[in-house]
C-alpha cells in the first residue's frame, strides 16, 4: 500500500505562483509513477502532469505546458511548480501514484492509477 498526501495548495493572484508536494509513505520503493490531476467544479477530472520515478520523464497536459513543471527527488515525493497561474486553473489538485508501468496517453488517465491522495485546493483569482 501508497499513501499520498500533497500540500501547498492555497490562494494566489492570475500570474502568480504555486508549488504543490505529493509526500509518499508505505511502499514507496515500487513507485513508478506519479502524476497530478485536477478537477474542478462541474469538470470531469483532468490529467495535468506526470513523471516517472526512475528517469524523470515526464508529460503534461497542453493546458499547463510551458508553465507546470513536474519532478521528483526520489520515489517519496513528487512537485508540480505552477507558474502564471489562471483562473481557469483554478481546481482541487489530487496527486496520484502507481506501482505498474503506466505508459503514453494512459499517464494522464486517472482510471489508470491505484494510489490517491485527498487533495489541495488551488484557487487564481483575477
Known amino acids: 500500500q501508497v499513501q499520498l498526501v500533497e500540500s501547498g495548495g492555497g490562494s494566489v493572484q492570475a500570474g502568480g505562483s504555486l508549488r504543490l508536494t505529493c509526500a509518499a509513505s508505505?511502499?514507496?520503493?515500487?513507485?513508478?509513477?506519479m502524476a497530478w490531476f485536477r478537477q474542478a467544479p462541474g469538470k470531469e477530472r483532468e490529467g495535468v502532469a506526470s513523471?516517472?520515478?526512475?528517469?524523470?520523464?515526464t508529460a503534461y497536459a497542453d493546458s499547463v505546458k510551458g508553465r507546470y513543471t513536474i519532478s521528483r527527488d526520489n520515489a517519496k515525493t513528487s512537485f508540480l511548480q505552477m507558474n502564471s497561474l489562471k483562473p481557469e486553473d483554478t481546481a482541487m489538485y489530487f496527486c496520484?501514484?502507481?506501482?505498474?508501468?503506466?505508459?503514453?496517453?494512459?499517464?494522464?488517465?486517472?482510471?489508470?492509477?491505484?494510489?490517491w491522495g485527498q487533495g489541495t485546493q488551488v484557487t487564481v483569482s483575477s
Open positions: 513523471v516517472y520515478t526512475g528517469s524523470g520523464n
Open positions: 496520484a501514484a502507481d506501482l505498474r508501468v503506466i505508459s503514453g496517453f494512459g499517464r494522464l488517465d486517472g482510471a489508470r492509477y491505484t494510489y
Open positions: 508505505g511502499r514507496t520503493t515500487g513507485i513508478y509513477v
